[in-house]
């Protein structure tokens, strides 16, 4: 299989194109990234030396219609995986234009450019967040796929009605395309404005642990590798047409997991600093991915405590990592936001 993948040099792109050449040796990937701040190409360099002749980086926007049309036809792609997305809330409630730009604009060229060169498989990567919060009592409510979508963030909106661009082009066009939801990830080469890598960084520095609100949000959490094999299912085994959840059967709160990361650094509470929350703060997400149990063979293996002490360890032996990304605009972008 020839596949491109698209946001392969950010987050969760880069640990699935690291999991599929190991896992599938027929497979061929194309990587294509226009390299924003959060995309790196630091973690991905050594990817061509790993597999000569299966993989290939390509700079692209994927606004930009005759560069999707030039990879497709070039690298002669038989199917996509979409991760490419502007995807930190709070840059999207600070200005929601490069939401629409990347995650709306973006996947419908495409999916117009995969309609046209006879893709045999799209998948659009989404996310939770689209189906916006569920109350903190309600302990055993969860988002199903049929849950209506109501977004409360940009970031959100942009991504919900990417799904719905995604819908229209499988019922109108009969586009071979599956859309995975998933829930929290954490693990390597996160970029460090998310909630566990900020806060490990700022700990491991005797700063202070800025923290949304009475930080009792609860999130489920995933660890990327269980998150990338649920990708993989879906690519090879999904249904056309079908959407997936994805979760890792482990809701936190924000204040626990920030109370862990403490622990693992040996730093006491104190540090830990309450800020004014963000507008439209969700306050539980919770994920049904039983679809994805029965119709794939989906569960996560990871378990949080375990999956988060090894994150933390990753990213304590890969300082050299985290000082490439954290550029001078990333930390006062931080200062900034958290009034400091």
Known sequence: MRLLVTGGCGFIGGNFIRMILRARSDVVVCNMDKLSYAGNTAHMQDMERAYPGRYFFERADIADAAAAREILRTHKIEALVNFAAESHVDRSIEDATPFLRSNVQGVVVLLKAALDAGIKRFVQISTDEVYGSLPLEAKDASFREDSPLSPNSPYAASKASADLFCRSFFKTYDLPLVITRCSNNYGPYQFPEKLIPLMF????????????????????????????????????????????????????????????????????ESLIRPVKDRPGHDRRYAMDYGLAARELGFSPSCCFEEGLRRTLVWYRENQAWVDDVASGDYLSDIRKRYGE
Do not use: Q, T
């Open 201 to 268: 960084f700022r700990a491991m520095r005797g700063e202070s642990l800025p923290l949304y609100g009475d930080g009792l949000n609860v999130r489920d959490w995933i660890h990327v590798e269980d998150h990338c094999r649920g990708v993989l299912l879906a690519l090879e085994k999904g249904r056309a047409g079908a959407i997936y959840n994805f979760g890792g059967g482990a809701e936190r709160g924000n204040l626990h997991v920030v109370r862990e990361i403490l622990k693992f650094c040996g730093r006491d």
